[in-house]
Structure formats: C-alpha cells, structure tokens
C-alpha cells in the first residue's frame, strides 16, 4: 500500500463528471478517481474549509465514529473492477481494527475531516503522461468570488456548476 494525497479534484469534460486526482506522498504516480457531483462538492468544502451551519453527511459518520469512542486509523483503496473502485474505512475502537466497505469518493471526505492517511494499492497507481501537467488547480477564474470559509454551501455548489474543464485542466488516463 502507497500513502497517499489529494492533488486535484477537477473536471473531466470526455466523461462530464468530476475526477479526484490523489498523487503518492512520495512519488510522481497518481489515482485518478471518477465520482459525482455530491461528492466532490463535499471534498472541496473540506479543502477549502467552507464553513457549514449544519453538519453534512460525512461530518456526521465523523462524529458517529467519535461519539463511538473510535477513530479512522486510515483508509485504504484497494482494487477495481469493473470501473468501479473499492475502499474500505480502517477505524480503532481499543484494540480492535475494524474495516467498514465504503465508496472511495465517501473515504476521502471522510479522511479529509478526520485527518485520517489515504492508501491506494500499488497496482492502481499510474504516471501522468505530461509530466510538465500541474496536480494542483489554477488560480480561480477572473470574477469569481474566493472558495474560503465566507462561500456558503450553495454560492459553491453554483461555483462548481460554472466550472469549465479549462478552469482546472484536463486529466487523460
């Protein structure tokens, strides 16, 4: 298993769905992700530390899992078939090692807040093919307000929506 990092959560204009892009900590190879809207809306406001009034889905599995007396020791991305990605939750509770089966896009929400390591499996990873291709986003786009902690869930929610896959470049596997 190879820790891992959110580098990117752009655009894929080919496929009209969003891509998390998570780089190895200490390599060049990444795991490009497909996940819907809902999700990368999640991901981004924990990134971008939007404040929320109310918590969302995944701040609640967090405060389950705390309320629990447990913790996420990490998550894990393991394999895909089919196109379909799978990853598990590895949560202490004493001395007891729980994996929960979970959505990769959920994991990384949820690891995001909790502070939790990412790992993919070795086999998963792959190299860009432009080397020179940035894995963070650009700047935002000229007008458009900040993603920091003033936007409300639904100023980000249209921000999200207005995004071009120029905005964020494009990622090809």
């Known amino acids: 298993m190879i820790e891992m990092r959110v580098a990117r959560l752009g655009v894929d204009s080919a496929a009209n769905t969003f891509v998390i892009v998570l780089r190895e900590l200490h390599g060049p190879r990444v795991l490009p992700i497909w996940i819907g809207q809902s999700e990368a809306e999640a991901i ?29 020791r990490r998550v894990v991305i393991s394999r895909v078939e089919r ?15 729980v994996s929960v089966d979970a959505r990769p896009s959920d994991s990384i929400a949820i690891a995001l807040r909790t502070g939790a390591a ?3 499996a070795d086999d ?11 894995l963070v986003p650009p700047s935002i786009p000229d007008g458009d307000r900040s993603t920091g902690p003033d936007m409300s869930p ?18 090809m596997p």
């Open 154 to 171: 639904d100023e980000l929610k249209a921000y999200l929506q207005r995004l071009r896959p120029e905005d964020l470049g494009k990622f």
């Open 118 to 120: 990412i790992f993919a």
């Open 44 to 72: 981004v406001m924990e990134l971008q530390s939007v404040a929320r009034d109310r918590p969302m889905t995944h701040d609640l599995v967090k405060q389950i899992v705390l309320g629990l007396g447990a913790t996420v």
């Open 83 to 97: 196109g379909t990605y799978f990853a598990e939750l590895q949560l202490q509770h004493g001395d007891a090692l």
């Open 124 to 134: 998963l990873l792959v190299m860009l093919e432009d080397e020179e291709q940035p």
